[in-house]
């Protein structure tokens, strides 16, 4: 299991002349403080006013069910005094959906860790299926069937299905860290998604993410995920296992090969929560509305056909699938992405973990270089007969002696054992092209 981090904050004593002494050797001491239900601490204004005892609000318009006395978890965990946060710019801010029933807030993304198991004293696998130790025992979210004895079955089988790349499928995962702290800039986070909540508010590219010269999204390139599942196909530098999403084929662009993008996107789903949901979405009711959209598989193809009819052409980076809005059921693909706006606009209330989850499946399945080839040949060992033009093959007289039919699958790669291989860091001078080798991986023979 991945650990928490757990962030102290200096707890305030006594009051001199106005003013809070401060020790820094005593934990908080609030009251509820050892409830391990209560996750967030962190926003405490004022004497024993816990951040969820008020009407704070990460979206203004958003009708909170702040009066239940029974929603203090997934009320937003902000101060109680916010009525919606922003940016300093004043575009809406990003901050993160909590998991399962806890409050929305200033999360840094929880990795998906499967099924979490209820284990107590009164358990007999409480010394087996644990997950975190609190001051009153064991404790649990049951994200798998309608009771706890489905999750201490689904337990046993756990390992066949659970595996670190579901835990961080990509880097993409570090859109939730905040990206203004030094500069003093709140609720600004990394972007790595087409649908912030600044840029759908506005209708237009405002969020500081995408920079004037370069978006965020490129530092995904210093974040590399190998396929290894069902089994380890990446070799090192190497793209074996992903679908290239340069699919149109220069110069024959009639041609049309978007089926693996098709299959890409099949079983991407869109999180997003109506904003006229916002009363009942963590009440832990089942609700008729589905907060899960299907992609719109032909409407989305369309923006990477656009993309490859303007001078940027090809996509150079993987991480600019960042920058492709992916539609809904319902939604028809259009240039100025003005109903793409509208339609996230009316779900204000969906965290930039959701909003980015899409991209953070899709971006280690992709590639823009492929490094494997698969070569279709047919060949002939042809022979002139006497008094034929050379030039012209001339059928009755000219003879085929010979012929082979088959396929080549070839890789190029880079071997990390190469001892000639330099430091590009220190020697800039030098190409990682130079260095690239072939090999055949298989190779077959049809026989008409």
Same mark, same amino acid.
């Given at each position: 299991?991945?650990?928490?981090?757990?962030?102290f904050?200096e707890a305030p004593?006594?009051?001199?002349?106005g003013?809070?002494?401060h020790?820094?050797?005593a *934990?908080?001491?609030?009251e509820?403080?050892?409830?391990?239900?209560?996750?967030s601490?962190a926003f405490?204004?004022?004497s024993?006013?816990?951040?969820?005892?008020?009407n704070?609000r990460?979206?203004?318009q958003?009708? $909170?069910?702040? @009066?239940?006395?029974?929603s203090?978890? $997934?009320?937003?965990q902000?101060n109680?005094?916010m009525n919606?946060?922003?940016?300093?710019?004043g575009?809406?801010?990003?901050?993160?959906?909590?998991i #399962?029933?806890f409050?929305d807030g200033?999360?840094?993304n929880k990795?998906?860790?499967?099924?979490?198991i209820k284990?107590?004293?009164?358990?007999?696998a409480s010394?087996t299926y644990?997950?975190?130790?609190?001051?009153r025992?064991?404790?649990?979210?049951?994200? $798998?069937g309608?009771?706890d004895?489905d999750?201490?079955?689904?337990a046993?089988?756990?390992?066949?299905?659970?595996?670190p790349?579901r835990?961080?499928? @990509?880097a993409?995962m570090f859109?939730?860290?905040?990206?203004?702290?030094?500069?003093?800039?709140p609720?600004?986070?990394?972007?790595f998604?087409p649908? #912030?909540?600044?840029d759908c508010?506005?209708?237009r590219?405002?969020?500081?993410?995408w920079? @004037?010269?370069? !978006?965020?999204h490129? =530092?995904?390139d210093?974040?590399r995920?190998p396929?290894?599942e069902?089994?380890?196909?990446s070799d090192?530098?190497?793209?074996?296992?992903k679908?290239?999403i340069n699919?149109?084929?220069? !110069?024959f662009?009639?041609l049309k090969?978007?089926?693996?993008?098709?299959? =890409?996107?099949?079983?991407v789903?869109?999180p997003?929560?109506p904003t006229?949901e916002?009363?009942?979405?963590?009440?832990?009711?089942?609700?008729?509305?589905?907060?899960?959209?299907?992609v719109? =598989?032909?409407e989305?193809?369309?923006?990477f056909?656009?993309?490859?009819k303007t001078?940027e052409g090809a996509?150079r980076?993987e991480s600019e699938?960042?920058?492709v809005?992916?539609?809904?059921?319902?939604?028809?693909?259009?240039? @100025?992405?003005?109903q793409y706006?509208?339609?996230? %606009?009316?779900?204000a209330i969906t965290?930039?973990n959701? %909003?980015?989850? *899409?991209?953070?499946s899709l971006y280690p %399945?992709i590639?823009?270089?492929?490094?494997?080839y698969?070569?279709?040949?047919?060949?002939?060992?042809?022979?002139?007969?006497?008094?034929?033009d *050379?030039k012209n093959?001339v059928?009755?007289?000219?003879k085929?002696?010979?012929e $082979?039919?088959?396929s080549?699958?070839?890789?190029?790669?880079?071997?990390?054992q190469n001892?000639?291989?330099?430091?590009?860091?220190?020697d800039s001078?030098?190409?990682? #092209?130079?260095?690239?080798?072939?090999?055949v991986?298989?190779?077959?023979?049809?026989? *008409?």
């Amino acid at each position: 299991m991945t650990p928490w981090i757990l962030i102290f904050f200096e707890a305030p004593t006594t009051n001199v002349s106005g003013q809070n002494q401060h020790d820094f050797k005593a *934990p908080l001491t609030f009251e509820g403080y050892a409830n391990p239900d209560v996750i967030s601490k962190a926003f405490y204004l004022g004497s024993s006013d816990f951040l969820y005892s008020g009407n704070g609000r990460l979206v203004s318009q958003a009708n $909170y069910n702040i @009066s239940n006395p029974y929603s203090v978890l $997934y009320r937003p965990q902000v101060n109680v005094n916010m009525n919606g946060a922003t940016m300093n710019e004043g575009y809406l801010g990003d901050w993160d959906t909590g998991i #399962s029933n806890f409050g929305d807030g200033a999360y840094i993304n929880k990795p998906d860790e499967s099924v979490f198991i209820k284990a107590d004293s009164s358990n007999n696998a409480s010394n087996t299926y644990t997950v975190d130790q609190t001051p009153r025992g064991l404790h649990y979210l049951r994200w $798998y069937g309608n009771s706890d004895a489905d999750a201490l079955n689904a337990a046993g089988d756990a390992e066949t299905w659970y595996s670190p790349n579901r835990q961080l499928p @990509s880097a993409v995962m570090f859109g939730s860290l905040p990206a203004g702290v030094k500069r003093m800039k709140p609720w600004q986070t990394f972007l790595f998604s087409p649908n #912030s909540a600044a840029d759908c508010d506005k209708g237009r590219r405002v969020h500081p993410g995408w920079g @004037s010269q370069v !978006p965020d999204h490129l =530092l995904l390139d210093f974040f590399r995920m190998p396929v290894a599942e069902p089994y380890a196909i990446s070799d090192p530098i190497s793209t074996s296992g992903k679908i290239n999403i340069n699919f149109e084929i220069v !110069p024959f662009k009639q041609l049309k090969r978007a089926s693996s993008i098709y299959a =890409l996107l099949k079983a991407v789903k869109l999180p997003a929560i109506p904003t006229n949901e916002a009363a009942v979405y963590k009440s832990g009711v089942v609700q008729q509305t589905s907060y899960r959209s299907k992609v719109n =598989l032909a409407e989305t193809v369309k923006s990477f056909e656009e993309r490859f009819k303007t001078k940027e052409g090809a996509y150079r980076m993987e991480s600019e699938i960042c920058e492709v809005p992916l539609y809904p059921q319902g939604l028809n693909y259009d240039s @100025s992405k003005g109903q793409y706006y509208n339609w996230w %606009r009316a779900r204000a209330i969906t965290g930039d973990n959701l %909003r980015e989850q *899409p991209y953070m499946s899709l971006y280690p %399945r992709i590639t823009t270089r492929s490094n494997v080839y698969t070569i279709h040949l047919w060949t002939q060992a042809l022979k002139k007969s006497k008094g034929t033009d *050379p030039k012209n093959w001339v059928e009755g007289k000219d003879k085929v002696k010979g012929e $082979y039919r088959g396929s080549f699958t070839i890789e190029r790669y880079i071997n990390p054992q190469n001892e000639s291989l330099p430091d590009f860091v220190k020697d800039s001078s030098k190409r990682l #092209s130079d260095f690239y080798q072939f090999r055949v991986i298989q190779a077959k023979t049809i026989v *008409p």
